[in-house]
C-alpha cells in the first residue's frame, strides 16, 4: 500500500498543498493570519455602500464594488479607484475583512468608487493568470462607459471614467506594475477610460540575490524568506525562479522599461518591511530613466498600517492620490 498524502507546502494553514496534488483552502486560521484586523468605526461604516457582483463568468471572479453614500453632486462623478487585494498571489479574497476595511475606509475618505475584484489563486491558477483577472477587472469599469446597460446600482454619471486609479498591495502592487507597464506599451485600447495613475504599496517583488533587508533584516510576524519563497514556488510557471519577468521587473529576461511611457507611480513601502530594499531599489531605477515616480517610506510596515485604520496617514488621504496625478 502506498503511504498516503501528506502537506509539503503550507501557507499559515490557509492553503496546504498535499503529496499527491490535492490543495485544501481553510479560513479556519484566518483570524490568526491576519493578526485580528480591527472592525472600522460606525461612522466610516455607515457612510458607504457596498454590494458583490459578477465580473467574469468563464472563471467566476466576482468583484466588491463601494462608492459612498450620498451621491455626488449632478456637476461631479467620482473619482474611481481599482483596488488590487495582497496574499503572495495564493492566499487573500476581497472579502477578507483587512482588504475589505481598507475599502470602506478609502471610498469614505477619497469619495471614490473602489473597484475590488477577486483573481484567481496560486497553485492552482499560476501566473499570468492573476494579470490576466485584473486586465478583465478593468474591461468591467470600460464596459460601465461604453456599454447601453451599465450596472444600475451606479447609476448615469456618477463614476469619472477619465480619473481611473489603480492601487495595489503586495502582489496586488506587483500586478499593478504589469498593468502599469501593459498600459504603458500601447496594447490596450482603453477608451474613454483614463488611467491617471498607479499607487503600489510594498510590492511583492523577487530576485534570486538577496537584498540587504532580505538576508539581514528581522521577519515580520507574517512575512519571513521560507513563506515569500513558498509563495514564489506555488505561483510562478513551474520550474521557473524569482528572477522571472512576472516576479523581478529587472530580471535577465524581464523587458526593458525604457521606452515604455509609463503613467506616473506612487510607491508605498514599510521601512522595517522584508521586503523594503528591493522595493527601493524599483523606484530608484525607475526614477533614474525619468519615470514619473514617488517613492514613500513609513516607519510602520504598510501591512501594520492597513491593520489598525487610525494613523494611517498619507495611505487614504486624497494628497496620497493627487501627488500621483501631478508629478
Request: hydrophobic share 40%.
Amino acid at each position: 500500500m502506498g503511504s498516503l498524502p501528506h502537506v509539503v507546502e503550507d501557507c499559515a494553514g490557509i492553503l496546504q498543498l498535499y503529496s499527491d496534488g490535492s490543495i485544501n483552502r481553510s479560513d479556519i486560521n484566518l483570524d490568526n493570519f491576519l493578526n485580528n484586523a480591527n472592525p472600522l468605526n460606525d461612522v466610516v461604516s455607515s457612510a458607504v455602500l457596498w454590494k458583490d457582483l459578477l465580473f467574469h463568468k468563464p472563471h467566476h471572479l466576482h468583484l466588491r464594488l463601494y462608492k459612498p453614500k450620498q451621491n455626488p453632486p449632478s456637476s461631479s462623478s467620482l473619482p474611481v479607484l481599482l483596488f488590487l487585494h495582497g496574499g503572495g498571489f495564493c492566499v487573500g479574497s476581497r472579502s477578507w475583512p483587512n482588504f475589505h476595511n481598507y475599502c470602506l475606509r478609502l471610498s469614505s475618505a477619497l469619495q471614490a468608487v473602489v473597484v475590488s475584484p477577486d483573481y484567481r489563486l496560486a497553485p492552482e491558477h499560476r501566473l499570468p493568470a492573476p494579470i490576466d483577472d485584473a486586465i478583465s477587472a478593468v474591461e468591467w469599469v470600460r464596459a460601465q462607459a461604453t456599454c447601453e446597460n451599465p450596472d444600475p446600482w451606479l447609476g448615469s454619471g456618477v463614476m469619472d471614467f477619465g480619473r481611473v486609479f489603480v492601487l495595489g498591495d503586495s502582489s496586488g502592487g506587483n500586478i499593478a506594475h504589469h498593468l502599469a507597464v501593459r498600459f504603458g506599451s500601447g496594447f490596450d485600447d482603453l477608451g474613454p477610460l483614463r488611467v491617471r495613475g498607479f499607487v503600489l504599496m510594498a510590492p511583492f517583488f523577487g530576485g534570486s540575490v538577496r537584498t540587504k533587508s532580505e538576508a539581514e533584516g528581522p521577519p515580520e510576524p507574517l512575512l519571513n524568506l521560507e513563506i515569500l519563497d513558498r509563495f514564489w514556488r506555488l505561483s510562478l510557471p513551474v520550474g521557473e525562479t524569482a528572477d522571472h519577468p512576472f516576479a523581478n521587473p529587472f530580471g535577465p529576461r524581464s523587458p526593458n522599461l525604457d521606452p515604455v511611457k509609463l503613467d506616473p507611480i506612487l510607491v508605498i513601502v514599510g521601512g522595517s518591511e522584508v521586503l523594503k530594499d528591493r522595493v527601493e531599489d524599483y523606484a530608484r531605477r525607475l526614477k533614474e530613466m525619468g519615470k514619473k515616480i514617488e517613492y514613500v517610506e513609513f516607519e510602520a510596515s504598510v501591512r501594520k498600517l492597513e491593520k489598525q485604520h487610525k494613523d494611517i496617514g498619507d495611505l487614504h488621504q486624497p494628497s496620497t492620490f493627487v501627488r500621483v496625478v501631478d508629478m
